[in-house]
C-alpha cells in the first residue's frame, strides 16, 4: 500500500512539474491581450487622443521558444513580441517574456522601443 501511495505522490508531482505547451500558449496569449490592453490605456490616459492610436492596435509574437528540461530549470519557454498601437509616429515596442516554471507564469524582463512599422524587414 505505501508503495502505491508513493507512485501516486510522485506522479502528481511529475505532472504538476511539466506543463503542455499549448497551456503555456493560451497563459501567454492572455498576458499579451493585457500588456496590450495597459499600453492603450496608458497612451489615452497620457495624451486623451485616440486619433493617435491604430484602429485595432496589435501585437505579433517573433520568436516563441519551448525548452527542456534537461536545458532550462528556471524557465521552459521565452517569447519576442512586437506592440503596434500608433497611427502616425513609426515606433513600436518590442518586450520580451519567459515562463516560469515554478510560479507557472509569464514573466516581463524588457522592454524596448524601437523606431519602424510592422512592414519593415526585421
Known sequence: MRKILFLSFAFLILLGCA???ENI???????????????????????HDKSALLDSPYYKIRDLRFFDD?????????AKVDFF????????????????????QWDRYLKEWHFGTDNDEK
Open 25 to 47: 500558449e493560451e497563459k501567454l496569449s492572455a498576458y499579451l491581450q493585457d500588456d496590450l490592453k495597459f499600453m492603450v490605456a496608458q497612451t489615452l490616459k497620457a495624451s
Open 19 to 21: 506543463e503542455p505547451p
Open 85 to 104: 498601437i500608433y497611427r502616425d509616429i513609426k515606433m513600436y515596442e518590442e518586450r520580451k517574456y519567459r515562463y516560469d516554471n515554478h510560479y507557472l
Open 70 to 78: 534537461a536545458h532550462s530549470k528556471m524557465y521552459s519557454a521565452y
